[in-house]
């Protein structure tokens, strides 16, 4: 039997309005730090130099939440709002978690829409694939059910 779905947090929509109009910056500049630490030391230097220079949107729908990101020579670095972006990915909090534990796939999240990716598809399926290819970055056990 496997567990039943976890579905979006039920976070109050005057609160999900209130997140959404905070700075985008200080979201942006942790979860690039937590790239750094998590992903960066597994990407190879030629995944790294397809990935580098491009801005990535990564939003958590029922928080709030948007961030932006770069990778560059240097590392994953927080980017101001505003302007183009390579790719736009969005979730609700609990998709991203169980995609970053490897209980789910990016396709199967993308085709019941519960994962939407926008902008770059060459882009979009070299991060996937990178993404595969290392398997879940967060290990730590599901809870009981």
């Known amino acids: 039997m496997t567990p039943a ?3 979006a947090l039920p976070v109050p929509a005057a609160l999900r309005s209130f997140v959404a109009r ?3 910056r200080p979201p942006s500049f942790v979860l690039a ?3 750094d630490r ?3 030391p597994h990407l190879t230097a030629d995944v790294e130099q397809q990935l580098a220079d491009r801005v990535v949107e990564i939003e958590v729908c029922d928080l709030g939440i948007r961030c932006r990101l770069m990778l ?3 590392g994953f670095h927080a980017v101001p709002d505003g ?3 390579a790719l736009r ?3 609700d909090a609990a998709s991203y978690l169980r995609l970053l534990r490897g209980e789910e796939d990016a396709d199967r999240l993308f085709f019941e829409r519960a994962l939407v990716m926008e902008g770059d598809t060459e882009y979009g399926l070299i991060l996937k694939n990178t993404l595969d290819a290392i398997g879940p970055l967060l290990r730590w056990p599901a809870r009981a059910a």
């Open 89 to 91: 990915v969005a979730a």
């Open 83 to 85: 302007g183009d972006v």
């Open 38 to 40: 998590l992903l960066r």
């Open 5 to 7: 779905r976890q579905t």
């Open 72 to 74: 560059t020579g240097s």
């Open 22 to 24: 905070l700075p985008i």
């Open 33 to 35: 730090l937590a790239l």
